[in-house]
């Protein structure tokens, strides 16, 4: 299976350590999916020209994940700062939004762009990547959606959104079993073929073919569970796009949750936060 991911990228300011951190859904399941047996992994968004872009752009090259058709602007890149609480659960506290490339610029894929994404088998962005004027040219393939907590969709967007998508992720933990079974009746009309939501520490609920699974978190030393939720998705993809075994693959999603929230950061790699990150995310 061959994963690209789509849009956005931000490097996590740790204030408390001082550190920087890679992040962001397209890019955190296109290393997660690579990670867990995907045959090959790309990323294709917008990155600042400051340290944090070339941070970025570095830790994607230590994990093998293709860039090839990555843009670099003039600007800073995204970041925000974070802090973590007793339970390891990630806060944030600022963003440089109103400053950085991906807020400025608009990712516009151009035909060599979508030749290249043809040779993905799937695709997957979110709600924080701006590119759904882009979904009906990417429609053809199986296209992955992560729509984040309940405050970031309302049914107008699903009702956009959800008639291009294979996979629809959505972050439950916030919604009880009424709210989420009314969500996926409303997904599903739209020719959606599976949607997931993942519930932090409750059991993950999944629906295909109109049969639910639920998948129990795994057991877990938690230090942080920023990027825990990406894992579990990129995790799936790798697993299940090309099997069909939804057990086996929300048992593999599970335990690389586990495993990511074993260590700060997405997906580790954190540095000494360069002073542009602290003064920008602040």
């Not at 073929?193 to 639910?212: D, L, N, R, Y």
């Not at 099997?243 to 949750?257: G, I, T």
Request: charged share 20%; hydrophobic share 35%; glycine share 8%.
């Amino acid at each position: 299976m061959k994963l690209i991911g789509i849009g956005d990228n931000v490097v996590d300011y740790y204030q408390d350590q001082s550190m920087m951190y890679p992040g962001g859904n397209a890019l955190n399941v296109a290393v997660a999916a690579k990670r867990n047996g995907a045959e090959h992994s790309a990323y294709l968004g917008l990155v600042g020209d400051d340290e944090a872009g070339d941070y970025v752009l570095k830790c994607l090259q230590s994990e093998g994940i293709e860039t090839a058709r990555m843009r670099r602007a003039y600007g800073p890149n995204a970041c925000a700062s974070v802090a973590l609480n007793e339970a390891g659960d990630r806060i944030f506290t600022g963003t440089n939004r109103e400053m950085r490339v991906q807020s400025l610029l608009s990712l516009r894929l151009t035909k060599e762009d979508l030749d290249y994404i043809n040779r993905f088998d799937v695709i997957h962005t979110s709600v924080n990547s701006s590119i759904e004027h882009e979904l009906p040219s990417l429609s053809h393939k199986s296209v992955s959606f992560d729509f984040s907590t309940k405050q970031k969709w309302t049914s107008p967007y699903l009702q956009a959104v959800c008639p291009h998508l294979t996979y629809a992720f959505f972050s439950g933990a916030d919604m009880n079993d009424d709210e989420i079974f009314r969500l996926v009746e409303e997904t599903l009309v739209y020719g959606v073929k599976v949607v997931g939501i993942t519930k932090g520490s409750e059991p993950a609920m999944f629906f295909e073919h109109g049969q639910m699974y639920r998948q129990p978190p795994l057991p877990a030393h938690v230090v942080d569970t920023m990027g825990a939720g990406d894992s579990f998705i990129g995790s799936f993809l790798a697993s299940y796009h090309g099997h069909r075994d939804m057990v086996e693959a929300l048992r593999k999603a599970a335990y690389s949750a586990s495993v990511t929230c074993g260590f700060y950061g997405s997906f580790g790699y954190g540095t000494q936060a360069a002073d542009s990150v602290r003064e920008t995310a602040r």
